[in-house]
């Protein structure tokens, strides 16, 4: 199943921009997420929502602005990022099955930030 | 301290090859899954095991979960160029929470 997309795929802003990545999920799921992947580290997990309520916020600065309006869309504003913003921001909707969680990437937005 | 330590980080073998990584921890871990994420892509889920000493097997990957369930191993049999990607090992420290992800094992196979 791969039916997490998100756009654009590639954005490159200045540090005075203010743009939004968007992800989208028909897969029926209920929990969504952004995370952050940067090279050499492991994914860092930003925001979570489950349905469609804010319920992890990991210390993430506040120049990064989550909007989950429905189950199906996720968005990520982003305004006067920092260069080490520059990563890519992975998307991912989830759902359990007997206890178990397993969660559906999207191909992520790699963000490079001048 | 990563909660899941995956090694080796980076790992070039010729196709044809036989291959480990590994992932380790000193927590127990109610399930553990390995992803599999090729260039411009995101992780894609290939197994997700939940009993200790449990074995599965994915034609030529061969994955198992620790009898303590604080560990788990890939093992690729004869490695393909499309074995190529980052090899990323989640577990969930008890049943329905959050999946902490290790740092991945960056593997390339040369033709």
């Known amino acids: 199943e791969t039916g997490v997309t998100q756009t654009p795929r590639h954005l490159v802003m200045g540090m005075t921009n203010k743009k939004s990545l968007k992800c989208e999920q028909h897969?029926?799921?209920?929990?969504m997420y952004w995370y952050k992947q940067s090279a050499k580290k492991p994914l860092e997990l930003m925001f979570v929502?489950?349905?469609?309520?804010?319920?992890e916020n990991n210390s993430v600065p506040s120049r990064f602005s989550p909007e989950c309006p429905n189950s199906s869309h996720l968005f990520l504003h982003l305004h006067t990022l920092q260069p080490e913003d520059s990563a890519l921001y992975l998307c991912?909707?989830?759902?359990?099955?007997?206890?178990?969680?397993?969660?559906?990437f999207g191909p992520g937005t790699r963000l490079l930030v001048l | 301290t990563q909660l899941l330590e995956q090694s080796p980080q980076f790992l070039s073998i010729q196709e044809g090859e036989n291959l480990t990584v590994y992932c380790n921890s000193s927590?127990?871990?109610?399930?553990l899954q390995w992803y599999r994420q090729e260039p411009g892509e995101g992780p894609v889920l290939l197994v997700t095991?939940?009993?200790?000493?449990e074995v599965k097997k994915l034609k030529r990957l061969t994955f198992q979960f620790g009898d303590a369930r604080k560990d788990s191993s890939l093992h690729i049999t004869a490695a393909q160029p499309g074995d190529t990607g980052l090899y990323l090992c989640?577990?969930?420290?008890?049943?329905?929470?959050?999946?902490?992800f290790g740092e991945g094992t960056q593997l390339t196979v040369n033709p």
């Open positions: 927590s127990v871990f109610s399930s």
């Open positions: 989640a577990g969930a420290l008890a049943s329905g929470s959050r999946l902490t």
């Open positions: 897969l029926g799921h209920n929990a």
């Open positions: 929502y489950s349905l469609e309520e804010r319920v």
């Open positions: 991912a909707s989830s759902r359990r099955d007997r206890g178990l969680e397993t969660q559906y």
């Open positions: 095991v939940v009993t200790g000493g």
